[in-house]
């Protein structure tokens, strides 16, 4: 059964620009989640979509920082005009429900390094 | 406010040996508890959770931990370590009627000699 993938593995870019991460979750997993790790460094939350609406965004640092989730299916995470403190490795996960009790199911990631 | 603390960085183990990855939290109300352990250029992946009922919880590869309510932790424990194990081990926590986001610690770094 196919996990949760992530593109692109790999994302070097330079500052001022946009990007976009897509983000692939697991086949009827309604719960979707953003994350950002830094290196060395637990990952930190994001976003968190249920079905196609977010319903918790609280995570983001601010207003270059956005997502979507049109479909109830995948998402993607974007971030305009990219800064050097934006580099980090973006983690999506999803479960099946977002009760508490649900384990996250999380992809590999997207290092994003902004130049 | 929610935290977890990984207060180790690195734990060095010889193989055979028994392992402890320490976790400690401070929330309101009983958490929900997980591990996760991520391997280079991979996923976090789910190791084992506490929600309720026994303190002491397995999980995948043999790994276990016990939930100490009154010391407020949530270590990870297996009793013959392998080499294999050496990772990065994340402990994580979510707030009761707050499900929207798990809480992680720093990471500690398992290393396994043989």
């Known amino acids: 059964g196919a996990g949760v993938s992530q593109t692109p593995s790999n994302k070097v870019t330079e500052k001022g620009k946009y990007v976009e991460l897509r983000c692939d979750p697991i086949?009827?997993?309604?719960?979707l989640y953003w994350y950002r790790q830094s290196l060395g460094q637990g990952p930190e939350f994001l976003i968190y979509?249920?079905?196609?609406?977010?319903?918790?965004d609280s995570g983001l640092p601010n207003d270059r920082f956005f997502a979507v989730r049109p479909e109830g299916s995948v998402s993607t995470l974007k971030i305009q005009r990219t800064e050097r403190g934006d580099s980090a490795v973006y983690l999506c996960?999803?479960?099946?429900?977002?009760?508490?009790?649900?384990?996250?199911?999380f992809g590999p990631g997207t290092r994003l390094t902004v130049l | 406010a929610q935290s977890v603390a990984q207060p180790e960085d690195q734990v060095n183990v010889a193989e055979g040996n028994p392992l402890t990855v320490k976790c400690t939290y401070s929330?309101?109300?009983?958490?929900?508890l997980f591990w996760y352990v991520q391997y280079p250029n991979r996923g976090l992946q789910f190791l084992l959770k506490?929600?309720?009922?026994?303190?002491l919880v397995k999980g995948s590869y043999g790994f276990e931990a016990e939930f100490n309510k009154s010391q407020t932790s949530f270590h990870l424990k297996k009793p013959s370590a392998l080499v294999s194990d050496s990772a990065l081990y994340f402990c994580?926590?979510?707030?009761?009627?707050?499900?929207?986001?798990?809480?992680f610690g720093s990471g500690t770094k398992l290393n396994v000699k043989p």
């Open positions: 996960a999803s479960s099946r429900t977002s009760g508490g009790g649900n384990e996250q199911f």
């Open positions: 086949s009827g997993h309604t719960a």
């Open positions: 979509f249920q079905g196609t609406g977010a319903a918790d």
């Open positions: 929330v309101s109300g009983n958490p929900y």
């Open positions: 506490y929600i309720t009922g026994d303190n």
């Open positions: 994580a926590v979510r707030e009761p009627g707050n499900f929207n986001k798990f809480y």
